[in-house]
């Protein structure tokens, strides 16, 4: 049986942490996740290395120093949620134990360079819709990822669901 609930001399927690992410990764939110993900870094790829470059070549020179901004800024933010998303995969085909998912190296990362700066004024619509669509895109994965692998203090319980689990399985004996 697998220990479900963190013990205090547990430095990470992960006992319950790594169902809780084996659970998600094995989950209809995370295949749709996974594949709007991977179908926008597709979109923006194909819209950065064809109309937009030939868009951000008819902007002012304000406009084109945004453009170059922001289309950095897209590509890192989405670069993160693939990221994100390829380890998900990877302990969803076993090719990652869920306790190496927690590593702080697997984890969401770049939010100060990935939320939005400011003012998108000026920049081509098919740009600020990407943009749009992709920060919407981080914060619920962002969201995602604190709920699975923020630590918790010893003394905190898992969640409720996960210690019914448990005291099933101790019941049980499964």
């Not at 001399?9 to 990764?25: K, M, P």
């Not at 008819?58 to 922001?70: C, G, I, Q, V």
Request: charged share 30%.
């Amino acid at each position: 049986m697998s220990d479900l609930n963190p013990s205090p001399t547990s430095n990470s927690g992960t006992g319950w942490r790594a169902e809780v992410i084996q659970d998600f990764a094995r989950s209809e939110l995370f295949q749709r996740t996974f594949q709007e993900g991977m179908d926008l870094v597709e979109e923006t790829a194909g819209y950065l290395d064809g109309a937009g470059r030939q868009a951000s070549k008819l902007l002012s020179r304000n406009a084109a120093l945004a453009y170059a901004a922001e289309s950095m800024r897209l590509t890192t933010r989405l670069m993160q949620v693939a990221s994100w998303l390829l380890v998900q995969r990877a302990v969803r085909e076993g090719d990652m134990p869920p306790d190496a998912a927690c590593e702080d190296r697997y984890r969401l990362a770049g939010e100060e360079v990935c939320r939005t700066a400011g003012d998108n004024e000026g920049l081509p619509a098919e740009l600020v819709a990407l943009l749009d669509r992709s920060e919407r895109l981080y914060e619920r994965v962002r969201h995602l990822d604190r709920r699975m692998y923020v630590e918790h203090d010893a003394d905190e319980a898992p969640h409720p669901v996960l210690s019914q689990q448990d005291r099933l399985k101790s019941a049980f004996g499964s």
